[in-house]
């Protein structure tokens, strides 16, 4: 009778696999920054890291695929393997009932990752400009994943009341997917000089006037 081989587990080496990829996510986000994603290269990454060039390849495969993980941490804000519709703060603006109150979290709550994303971002935008690799990774956040989130989001508002008159939840998630974007966010807070607290005002006034009948206020 034949023995099968025992898996073997170690979870002090499962968390030190786990610290090693977010020190090369870190610093891959901190070179891309410094230096842009064409000149920053593998052994960058790795000798910011402190670990060796092998150990980046190994763990993710190559620049592109580092930049993939990058755009994941920013996005959901930590390294979690949790979808971002699925984590704490649009899980509760689902559950909220009051429409008004869903648009508020909601606008928090994309403030709070357009920071993040917004150095970034400009670093994906330039890349995707020379890398065709970066330039389908970018079209995929945008054109893919964003849009699903916002079209989902304004199902969860459209559950609790009615839109703006003539509003068809598509729509409607084609506003938010475009009052949301990094490139507005941009606008604002670069070219304007806006800080965080007042895009998040114009962008809650904005949701609220744009998706909701005037009844509701």
Known sequence: MAVKPRRYHSPA?????????????A???????????PATTIAAIASRAE????????????????????MDVVVGGDERDVKVLDRTGPQAMRAETDQRRQIAMFAAGLTQQLERIAPVDAILRGA?????????????????????????????????????????????AAVVWTL???????????????NAARFESWLRNALLDGLLPPSAG
């Open 13 to 25: 080496r499962t968390a030190a696999a786990l610290e090693t990829r977010s020190r090369i996510v």
């Open 27 to 37: 610093a891959a986000r901190d070179l891309f920054v410094e230096n842009g994603y």
């Open 51 to 70: 670990v060796a060039p092998d150990t980046v390849y190994a763990t993710f495969g190559g620049k592109l695929a580092v930049l993939k993980a990058t």
């Open 128 to 172: 995707a400009a020379v890398d065709p690799g970066a330039a389908e990774l970018r079209t995929d956040l945008q054109q893919r994943q964003r849009r699903a989130a916002m079209q989902a989001s304004v199902s969860w508002i459209a559950a609790n009341g009615p839109l703006r008159k003539g509003l068809t939840e598509e729509d409607a």
């Open 180 to 194: 949301t974007s990094p490139e507005v966010h941009a606008m604002f807070r670069d070219s304007w000089g806006w």
